[in-house]
């Protein structure tokens, strides 16, 4: 094992999805799909869809109540809130900023970091490194996507697949070696980032009637393509971290990897010998929540009773960019 100086431990997670609920059926009625071709080639049925008036701050803040009251830890005590997000209220202030202020969380240092999917594999990445130095005591890490407001909903290749929603969790030290959030791979290679990406609302394209009329403020993939590309990614990232640190893939009691399609995470279970009732999956109520998948699902594992004291558990999640990270858990 890689032996971290303190332990970062999650003390508490929380999770929210909007009431809405889209089915395939639903959608069927808006693009040229079925219920029939979504659920073979995805697995996902239904997916929640945000009111108008409900942001991803709002979704980030509930989920983040919830976590905090679980951790039983004040707001007060926070001094780091970091969130990972593609779908941010606004270009700045930052998403964090906004759910601080809604949490009443009186002084702590704010950010947002960016990683698709992998967003909160990457968040907590940052989040442990900067408590193990000592400077911080407690870090709220929140993964929230309104996707549904990027969504070109004339685009039956992309509409059918993403879904709305947040996650969060509370980290903190514990001087117990050899628990929580044992160690991390993170990668990317921007060189792929054409196979995913919204090419309008940045500096590059900002909005003009003429970038709106090309639908240029909504997301674009090549799905074959990302599809090949995230199973390669999961498989060495989860790999290359059960190597370092000496486990073997049957020690692993849970996997929890991001919810985009379920043939990946079948492949990916063929390829690392993991049998796919040791997955958590979600994926057939959420569609894909990007950098809220995992926390998601990581709070409904945990409600669940699937992660017990002394598990070994394995996140892992691949998104735009190319961006992938894997994460390895040890529950307190
Ligand atoms: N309903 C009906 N038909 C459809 C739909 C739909 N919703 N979407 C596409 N089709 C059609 C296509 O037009 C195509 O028709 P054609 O053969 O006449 O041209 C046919 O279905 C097959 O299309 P493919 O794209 O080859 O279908 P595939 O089996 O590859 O499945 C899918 C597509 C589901 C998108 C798959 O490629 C995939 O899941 N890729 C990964 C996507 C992903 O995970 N993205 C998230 C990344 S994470 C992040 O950072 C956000």
Redesign the pocket.
């Known amino acids: 094992m890689t032996h971290t100086p303190r332990s970062v431990v999650i003390q508490g997670t929380g999770s929210y999805t909007p009431g809405d609920i889209q089915t395939n059926d639903d959608l069927a009625k808006i693009?040229?799909?079925?219920d029939e071709?979504?659920f073979t080639?995805?697995g996902i049925r239904e997916r929640r869809i945000a009111e108008e008036s409900e942001q991803s701050s709002d979704m980030g803040a509930t989920a983040a109540a919830q976590a905090l009251e679980r951790a039983g830890v004040e707001a007060a005590d926070i001094d780091l809130v970091i969130v990972a997000t593609i779908t941010p209220d606004m270009p700045f202030p930052s998403t964090a900023c906004l759910i601080q202020t809604k949490l009443g969380i009186p002084n702590a240092v704010c950010m947002d970091i960016e990683a698709?999917?992998s967003g909160f594999i990457y968040i907590l990445e940052v989040a442990a490194a900067l408590l193990q130095s000592g400077r911080y005591r407690h870090a709220l890490v929140v993964g929230t996507e309104k996707l549904s407001s990027i969504l070109d909903w004339e685009d039956?290749?992309t509409c059918?697949?993403f879904g709305d929603g947040a996650g969060a969790a509370v980290l903190g030290v514990s001087e117990t070696p050899n628990v929580g959030l044992l160690d991390f791979k993170l990668g990317a290679d921007g060189a792929k980032g054409d196979v995913?990406y919204m090419p309008g609302g940045g500096c590059a394209v900002p909005a003009t009637p003429d970038s709106l009329d090309r639908r240029m403020h909504f997301l674009k993939?090549r799905?074959?393509e990302?599809?090949k590309m995230?199973v390669t990614v999961m498989e060495k990232a989860a790999k290359e971290i059960l190597e370092q640190n000496g486990v073997n893939s049957d020690q692993l009691a849970c996997v929890i990897p991001?919810q985009?399609?379920l043939r990946?995470i079948e492949l990916l279970a063929a390829r690392l010998e993991i049998p796919m009732d040791r997955f958590y999956l979600n994926l057939e109520k959420y569609g894909?929540t990007?950098a809220a998948s995992i926390p998601i699902a990581l709070d409904e594992a945990i409600q669940a009773g699937r992660l017990k004291s002394g598990d070994l558990a394995l996140m892992v999640a691949?998104?735009?960019g190319l961006t992938w990270g894997a994460t390895l858990v040890r529950c307190p």
């Open positions: 693009v040229d799909t079925s071709w979504i080639r995805t698709a999917c039956r290749t059918v697949l995913l993939m799905g074959r990302v599809f995230a991001h985009a399609n990946i894909n990007s691949f998104g735009a």
